[in-house]
């Protein structure tokens, strides 16, 4: 008699990394995804009604939020093990949830790697503990349950050394015109796309669309490229918005976004080593806008996902006729980038 799989619920409310977690379990058999959700309070009466084994759960969920959604669904399906899997690194907000009784704590920057090692750590009844989370101090003691008959030291896997992969690029060109920057850019993202990689690209929708006659006229299949999922193009404009609240600029909502994004493409892409190319102008429209703080913040953590992920970054930054008045400015900038071009 075969035995019976294991029954998970995902609540995550962006929906590309819901895509991303779903799919990494699509050649598992022994795990059955039975339901997919984006709100907190939603969770809590489906996990009543299913009584899944194994729940994902994010934090940032509208209506009710992954904490208070924990302590409720321990009330009403105490059986179900949870696992959060979040962006947010905060020490108090591990603790948080760590705290509700959750068998886990997954840093999304490490689910490309370790999403299904930590899922069986916590089936196998480990207390899982993100990798990116070995130098955080919480407070174990603070993590009995009373459903908890042991505590064990959270888990912790950190990742193998990558082999055959290069250094990430974060690179910058200034450009006067807009042909200049498209001759670089075409040759960028041609390169990545030729050699199986992905793409993703933040740009105005003139740049776009310019890039896309470039590359298909160098012989780049961008239909097929997007059909496999290795093409990913966002207006510059839209996306800045999102990470803008009261016109300040919201770097954790920032980072979030990138690497659920650079998770969804890294899965599309076939190949032992994937990397993917990253071509962005929010940081000039910031610079454009007058908020020269938020571009430099926009650019270190550009650093931080350089570090981090198999991309390599190229940010376009327009000089108009005032661009000697604003030489600090340019070279701040420039200080963040590893290559700087200048056309």
């Given at each position: ?29 022994e795990?059955?995804i039975?339901?997919q ?7 809590v ?35 179900s ?11 108090d ?24 090692a ?6 196998e ?16 003691n ?23 992969e ?25 390169a ?7 793409a ?5 929708g ?17 239909a ?15 996306t ?27 899965s599309a ?12 102008e ?6 454009k ?7 430099i ?13 198999a991309?390599?970054i ?14 600090e400015?340019?070279?701040?900038i ?5 290559v700087?071009?200048?056309?």
């Amino acid at each position: 008699m075969s035995k019976s799989p294991i029954r998970i619920l995902v609540v995550e409310d962006f929906a590309p990394f819901r895509e991303f977690v779903t799919s990494a379990f699509d050649q598992h058999p022994e795990f059955e995804i039975i339901g997919q959700l984006s709100d907190g309070l939603e969770a809590v009466g489906k996990a009543a009604e299913l009584n899944p084994d194994l729940i994902l759960l994010d934090i940032g969920l509208p209506s009710l939020n992954g904490i208070a959604a924990a302590s409720r669904i321990r009330e009403h399906s105490p059986q179900s093990k949870i696992l959060f899997v979040s962006g947010d690194l905060a020490p108090d907000i591990v603790e948080q949830a760590l705290s509700t009784g959750a068998s886990g704590y997954l840093v999304k920057s490490d689910a490309g790697r370790h999403l299904l090692a930590a899922v069986r750590a916590v089936l196998e009844g480990e207390r899982y503990l993100s990798s990116s989370l070995s130098g955080l101090q919480v407070n174990h003691n603070a993590l009995q349950h009373p459903d908890t008959h042991t505590l064990s030291k959270p888990k912790q896997v950190t990742p193998p050394p990558s082999k055959g992969e290069t250094a990430g690029r974060h690179e910058a060109v200034f450009y006067s015109d807009d042909r200049q920057l498209l001759d670089h850019l075409s040759r960028f993202i041609a390169a990545a796309l030729n050699a199986g990689n992905g793409a993703v690209i933040v740009a105005t929708g003139a740049h776009q669309e310019s890039l896309a006659h470039s590359l298909e006229a160098s012989g780049v299949d961008v239909a097929a490229a997007l059909k496999q999922g290795r093409y990913i193009a966002l207006d510059a404009a839209d996306t800045l918005s999102s990470y803008m609240a009261n016109g300040i600029f919201d770097s954790v909502r920032f980072l979030q976004s990138f690497e659920n994004l650079i998770l969804k493409i890294s899965s599309a892409v076939q190949g032992k080593h994937p990397r993917v190319a990253f071509f962005g102008e929010c940081g000039d429209l910031l610079w454009k806008q007058g908020n020269v703080e938020a571009a430099i913040q926009s650019e270190k953590l550009g650093n931080q996902l350089v570090a981090r992920y198999a991309i390599d970054i190229l940010c376009g930054y327009s000089m108009g006729l005032h661009a000697d008045m604003e030489k600090e400015a340019i070279q701040r900038i420039s200080a963040e980038h590893s290559v700087v071009y200048r056309k």
